[in-house]
């Protein structure tokens, strides 16, 4: 499993660049959910405020040990909201997946409003990511990759709170 997990996530490094190239993280504080492998970290961690991430694996130092929900629920402070690899429960219900993390990223966008919200996934789950997105107090711009594997058919969606003070999107 570990091993699978590490591989699949090296060869999907291109999220977190194009995430680090779209977003200021400046003195942002970020949470990431379901990150057993927080690739975003590296890009980002000069940046940023604080980060905090979560998984059921620990593939990685700073990742908590703990679900989803728990961690959404003793989470103080969001700035920056990241979940890449959502996945979709709803549709596949395999045990393997998270089957709060939809709840979680509503309940930390509700209670902290973040500046950005990045959502990712296999394109056979878009329509829990755009259920995610249906939020009129977010502008929304996607990144998508094409490929006949259906694992690397993947969506990204980044939304920005409207009315910001400051871009955080370099467009």
Not at 56 to 69: A, R, T
Not at 101 to 108: A, D, H, M, Q, W
Not at 134 to 140: G, L, M, Q, S, V
Request: glycine share 4%.
């Amino acid at each position: 499993m570990t091993e699978y997990h590490y591989k699949y996530l090296d060869s999907k490094n291109y999220r977190y660049k194009e995430t680090a190239k779209r977003v200021n993280f400046s003195g942002k504080h970020v949470v990431d959910l379901c990150s057993g492998n927080t690739g975003l970290y590296e890009y980002v961690k000069d940046k940023v405020a604080s980060y905090r991430a979560c998984d059921l694996f620990k593939l990685q130092p700073i990742v908590e040990q703990v679900d989803d929900w728990e961690f959404a629920q003793s989470v103080t402070v969001c700035d920056v909201l990241v979940c890449f690899g959502v996945g979709g429960y709803e549709i596949s219900k395999e045990q393997i997946e998270s089957k709060t993390v939809t709840n979680s990223i509503r309940y930390l966008m509700e209670k902290f409003f973040p500046a950005v919200v990045v959502i990712e996934s296999i394109k056979t789950y878009q329509s829990i990511l755009e259920g995610i997105a249906d939020n009129d107090r977010y502008t929304k711009d996607y990144y998508k990759t094409d490929s006949s594997n259906w694992l690397d058919d993947r969506v990204i969606i980044f939304m920005e709170k409207k009315n910001a003070s400051s871009k955080q999107s370099a467009k």
